[in-house]
């Protein structure tokens, strides 16, 4: 069984940090890609970043390139996400979700299987 419960969340300034991070109790976290997505007020869920299982590899947005940064630490069952340089507009509600056993990683959300609660963010101006 999958849970996911996303911490992490709060209030910030712009061009301040964060860590979120993105913890599951099963036992087969560590054979799952984990994706993060935002949905802002009013408009639809967006991919964030996803990694793959093993943690080789990792994808961003063009929005979060080079100011997030995904990881995983799989003997913690735990994924975070730092998220540097905060600016207004990456305020939102972020989901970390996880695909089924051995897939590889995806930025459509219908590609996850499961989802945690998610965490909110906001940056002030």
């Known amino acids: 069984q999958v849970q996911l419960v996303e911490s992490g969340g709060g209030l910030v300034q712009a061009g301040g940090s964060l860590r979120l991070s993105c913890a599951d109790s099963g036992r087969t976290f560590s054979i799952r890609a984990i994706g993060w997505f935002r949905q802002a007020q009013g408009k639809e869920r967006e991919f964030v970043t996803a990694?793959?299982?093993?943690?080789?590899?990792?994808y961003y947005s063009d929005s979060v390139k080079g100011r997030f940064t995904i990881s995983r630490d799989n003997a913690k069952n735990t994924v975070y996400l730092q998220m540097n340089s905060l600016k207004p507009e990456d305020t939102a509600v972020y989901y970390c979700a996880a695909r089924g056993t051995f897939y590889g990683s995806s930025s459509d959300s219908a590609d996850y299987r499961y989802w945690g609660q998610g965490t909110q963010v906001t940056v002030s101006s």
């Open positions: 990694i793959t299982y093993s943690g080789d590899n990792t």
